[in-house]
């Protein structure tokens, strides 16, 4: 089943990550007393998801909900943007603060346009009128 193989690609990609942010911590950045991790974001995301449960088989079947990892310069650790209801399906989150409860369901074009604000960009360009997922930002 994909089960097992999911989690063992998981362990790889964490394994991974871990690897990325000790490396770029290790190597001095452009600016005086930093280091490339100080000046690097990376996010860490699916067109995809898989439900949370387990089917019939012992696998996760496609789903429409899917999450992403963010971490790096400007963003604020040890947080979690918005959410799911019982049916596993997104609830309202308030972009600003990323609190699930109001606002709206996050979507891609949201987490896209509050990566490019946090990196020094203008998501109105590239997203206009939607509102960029602020909740992860330092």
């Given at each position: ?82 959410g ?34 946090l ?5 109105s ?14």
């Amino acid at each position: 089943a994909n089960l097992n193989s999911q989690n063992q690609f998981y362990d790889e990609l964490f394994a991974s990550l871990a690897q990325l942010a000790q490396t770029l911590s290790a190597r001095s950045g452009s600016r005086a007393g930093q280091n490339l991790m100080d000046e690097t974001v990376i996010a860490v995301m699916s067109e995809m998801g898989r439900t949370p449960l387990i089917n019939g088989r012992g696998g996760k079947d496609h789903w429409p909900i899917t999450s992403a990892l963010v971490f790096g310069a400007g963003v604020r650790g040890e947080t979690l943007c918005g959410g799911t209801d019982d049916a596993l399906l997104s609830v309202e989150t308030t972009m600003e603060t990323g609190q699930p409860g109001s606002g709206a369901v996050i979507y891609p074009e949201n987490l896209h346009a509050g990566l490019l604000e946090l990196v020094g960009g203008d998501p109105s360009a590239e997203y206009p009128g939607i509102e960029p997922l602020r909740g992860f930002h330092a």
